[in-house]
């Protein structure tokens, strides 16, 4: 029977690796470039060389010297969205890409008399080509902020009468923009912004003037997200109410010892990873956002997600605890004890069936992908606060698999389908609806319409939902973290190097490890101890 339920899902294994690689590599296997898709950055320019880059050019800008303190990746997602969603791709790349990138390095700097500076520098080219020094000065008036703003703009080498210029904006008094009379990418219009304080001009920078049209609809976009986000953080703590409601009622009857481990291990990952974002925390932005003060806000948010986190570890130890009773109530155990004679067997098998359930789940995901692209137009924005390039330690990424796989299938498998199994009396209904929740969080990442990834995380959590019931917790909490690596560790070998290969690599087989660590340490050790003692003895005649 075991083998019959291995071979079966090699042949789902099989099918997605098929899938992965034909959804994937489309393009190349059709001799159909995709012309209308922004890929995620692959710098030619380093970090280290961008500082130099930028403090050559801040050091002749000011005549002193300057020196950087940090630099970051940095995106521009409007534009970003914009040529995707209206399919101009092709003719942004080839007018637009040198000179107004939407993938770029932002270095701060620093004065010798200590003033700050930010420079925004190509990473492909090294050129600069915007620039903010920081300023408490009022703004000019209008007359002298436009001439000086003119001066600058003969200084970067283009024409003043190509471009007019806009209304002053009443939010940004001290900012001239100048807007070009016929370049433009779609009805987006080149334009020059430079601010002026103080009777110096404080800032330039090119860009693209995203039309109103688009920005509300993103903006609508980005508040359904916000909603569905809200909705998940209101019914998981909810849930988590009721897991440590039925964790005291049910007090006798749960082993509270079981759960630590798994909870522990999310903790300290998380943490971990949180202190890592450094950098990518430095990369939010917000209306009114002052992107000095940067190092404190990112200290700001490292404490917030910290805070964040132990409120999550907390659900999830107690959902952890709250489904043993709940599915003793329902007279099945998914979750094998390390007392239990088979749970070295059940850590083993539930490594190769979470191999196998990954492959077919990347299949199925990237399928999913391709048909939401194709027939209902999704796209995607690079995302800097995920990306690890704004890492302090990109090699440290990948263990992120774990703490997904661990709260998630405690919080929304074990316990979830529990609780709604009991509430509403149907198995399918309580995997869809754990489902549906856990996906509403999925929805905050920068993938457009955010219905489709509402949709997408929803099959996925079906079939998460299948393997839980059909093989258990293990197999489930394995194929999830399978899953997470793979696609981290693609993410890590398709930075470049072989350091980041190797790391790749070996994060990918570092499930099975797990599995054959777990295996070896409970035949050693727990091999050795006297067999155990039922939980519920019948009583003596």
Known sequence: MAQRQTSGLALLAVAGILLFVLTNWWPALTGREEAETIDDPHPAVEKREAASKAESYLSELTGGPVRSTSVVYQSDQLLSGYVQKERLVHAYKSRYADQVPIDFYRVELTGSDGTEYIADVHMKTGAVFGWQKRSRERASSPEEARKLAESVLRKSGASPESYQALPRDRTAPYRVVFEHRTEKVGEAKLQVAVDVRGGEATAYRVRFGIPQSHLDWVKAQDKASASMTQWNLIVSSLMGIAAVVFSILHRKRIAFVRGIVLTLLFLAIYWINNVNMFPAFKTLEAEGYDPFLSDEASVVMIVTMNVVVTIMAVVCYFSLTAGQSLWKDAGRDPWPRWRDASFGREAMSGMTRGYLLACFMLGLQSLLFFIAEKRFGMWAVNDPTGSLYNLLRPGLFPLMAWTAAISEEAIYRFFGIALFRKLLRSTFLAVLVPS?????????????????????????????????????????????????????????????????????????????????????????????RPPPVPDDPTPAA
């Open 436 to 528: 549906m929740i856990w996906a509403f969080s999925h929805t905050q990442y920068p993938i457009y319409p955010v219905y489709t990834r509402f949709v997408e995380v929803t099959l996925l959590g079906l079939v998460f939902g299948y393997a839980f019931l059909r093989y258990g917790f293990v197999t489930a909490l394995f194929a999830h973290a399978i899953m997470d690596s793979l696609l981290m560790s693609f993410s890590l070998i398709d930075m470049g190097g072989a350091g980041s290969a190797a790391l790749g690599l070996f994060y990918i087989v570092s499930p099975a490890l797990v599995g054959v660590a777990l295996w070896w340490l409970h035949r050693t050790f727990a091999g050795r």
